[in-house]
């Protein structure tokens, strides 16, 4: 009985453990939106500052970026997010 | 297993510590070899060419086998799901744009998972097939490299630190296992199998040894160090847009093989454990067994696939986990071998009982290593240490309940 009660802590630890390290982290869902027609017209402008935020694989397996785009990493929004003038339209894009 | 991943690897391992990557696979091949040698000698002396199951089984108890299943299970997940990403990529940026990148994704594994379902034969034919390609695609690149007039000496390296150059070292382990996934085919049975698996691995460092060598002598190390897609920079360096289209058939003839090779791992894993009464059958017969084991591993990477793995950070702890647990399980494979050497060989000490020690111990601290060394070192083994702690005992618990029946003897096939 001991050994089944052990084991099944042992169980449930590990399930925690695993789910834990895979959780996503959290995004905002209501971050205003724009197309890919409205962003194009607009490349080339010095009011636009363009932020390549793709994660995992998305960013690391794509040859492709945005035309001007700089890298953001979403994971470390803080070492970036104070770098850009607020002034700015600031888009960031993740797929 | 010479597929993205690992050419993504030696490409920035070569940008990090140069030519020195070389060496290091090198060294990894022979530890591998080792692996190889030790698991076709104790398969002679429990009675017949043995998969690694029974050799785990036989040495330490049937429970140990959970951490093989952890470790292929694990890494089907991941490292499936990464390459899937990665051919989908390529497909759409380099040959077809109209066609969505995860559209791409998705049809490797269930194109794989139905060819499979029907029979093992076709898929065992596309395997060979594929690898075929994917060499043949860096042989030409290496050898068009050579022709290069401008092409430097290799020998600068980006700046690193002591630890990163260690980790850098080591995961040239990583990038040359799962050369006994060759075993698959013939399960261990057939002798041309072994001599397979050790073709495999020779073959798979001298190419990644090649292209690493020459991806250090034409990108400067920076560039190769700092970029996700180091095997794509060398390719367009080495020839142009024809070197990119090269390296595009590379990583979708390389995702399919590797896909392949661990869903025919993963599935095989409970195929075989299951029949071993190690695992449940369900009262089922084993032809439908099989199906269902080989339409599971396919529904696995999709799942991972749809649940948007692919494009969370958290993929990459679950790669650089499952390669641990992979050679975490070499490890325990040499000790259940030293084991097994032990008892069985009769008439003093065997030959290369030192070596299945000090190759045990080897892995167990190569695999401690890169868990210390990594940039997220607690989610990492989280990640690693949560599937054998959940597998070990289920399938002690399975054993002990009684129901798998009686052992099947180790000389059985």
Redesign the interface.
């Known amino acids: 009985m001991r050994h089944k009660v052990l ?1 099944s802590f ?2 449930v ?3 925690a ?2 789910a ?5 982290e959290v995004r905002a869902a209501d971050a205003p939106r724009m197309t890919k027609e409205e962003l194009k017209g607009m490349l080339g402008s010095s009011d636009l500052i363009v932020v390549d935020v ?11 970026k945005i035309q001007g785009a700089v890298r953001g990493d ?2 470390d929004v803080a070492s970036w997010a104070g770098k850009y003038d607020k002034t700015k339209t600031i888009v960031l894009y ?2 | 297993m010479v597929c993205p991943e690992t050419l993504a690897l030696a490409g920035n391992a070569a940008g990090r510590i140069g030519p020195a990557f070389a060496g290091a696979l090198a060294a990894a091949g022979i530890l591998h070899g080792l692996t190889a040698w030790n698991l076709g000698r104790t398969g002679d002396a429990i009675g017949r060419r043995a998969s690694p199951e029974e050799v785990l089984e036989a040495g330490l108890g049937g429970a140990w086998t959970g951490v093989l299943l952890a470790a292929r299970w694990t890494l089907t997940a991941g490292l499936a799901t990464g390459v899937c990403a990665g051919a989908g990529f390529a497909f759409n940026e380099i040959f077809y744009h109209a066609f969505p990148n995860f559209a791409f994704a998705a049809l490797i594994p269930a194109g794989l998972g139905l060819l499979r379902i029907r029979g093992r034969d076709l898929a065992e034919r596309i395997q060979v097939g594929a690898v075929a390609i994917a060499l043949a695609g860096l042989l030409v690149l290496v050898a068009w490299a050579l022709l290069l007039p401008d092409a430097f000496a290799p020998g600068e390296t980006a700046q690193t630190t002591p630890a990163t150059g260690i980790r850098t070292c080591l995961l040239a382990l990583t990038a040359l296992a799962g050369f006994e996934l060759a075993l698959e085919p013939g399960e261990g049975n057939r002798p041309e199998a072994f001599r397979a698996m050790v073709f495999a691995l020779a073959i798979g460092a001298l190419v990644l040894i090649a292209w690493t060598w020459m991806a250090a002598a034409v990108v400067p190390a920076s560039k190769l160090a700092a970029s996700t897609l180091p095997h794509l920079l060398a390719a367009r360096r080495i020839a142009g847009p024809p070197g990119r289209t090269i390296m595009g058939l590379v990583i979708i003839s390389g995702s399919v093989a590797v896909v392949n090779a661990l869903m025919a791992g993963a599935s095989g894993t409970l195929r075989r454990m299951s029949r071993r009464g190690l695992l449940p059958k369900g009262y089922l017969s084993e032809a439908t067994r099989v199906r269902i084991f080989e339409g599971f591993s396919a529904a696995w990477i999709l799942g991972w696939l749809v649940s948007g793995m692919a494009g969370s950070p958290n993929l990459e702890v679950l790669i650089r986990a499952g390669w641990i647990l992979w050679l975490f399980h070499y490890g325990i494979l040499h000790l259940a071998a030293y084991r097994i050497q032990k008892t069985t060989v009769e008439g003093g000490r065997p030959p290369g009982l030192t070596l299945s020690a000090a190759a045990a111990a080897g892995y167990a601290v190569s695999s401690l290593a890169l868990v210390v060394l990594d940039p997220s070192p607690w989610k990492v083994a989280a990640a690693a240490i949560a599937p054998a702690l959940l597998a070990v005992p289920a399938v002690r618990g399975y054993i002990r309940s009684g129901r798998g029946g009686e052992r099947v003897s180790s000389a059985s096939p």
């Open positions: 084991w042992i169980l630890i590990s399930l453990f695993f834990a390290s895979l959780v996503p793709r994660a995992g694989r998305d960013w690391t397996s794509s040859e492709f979403p994971g993740c797929a």
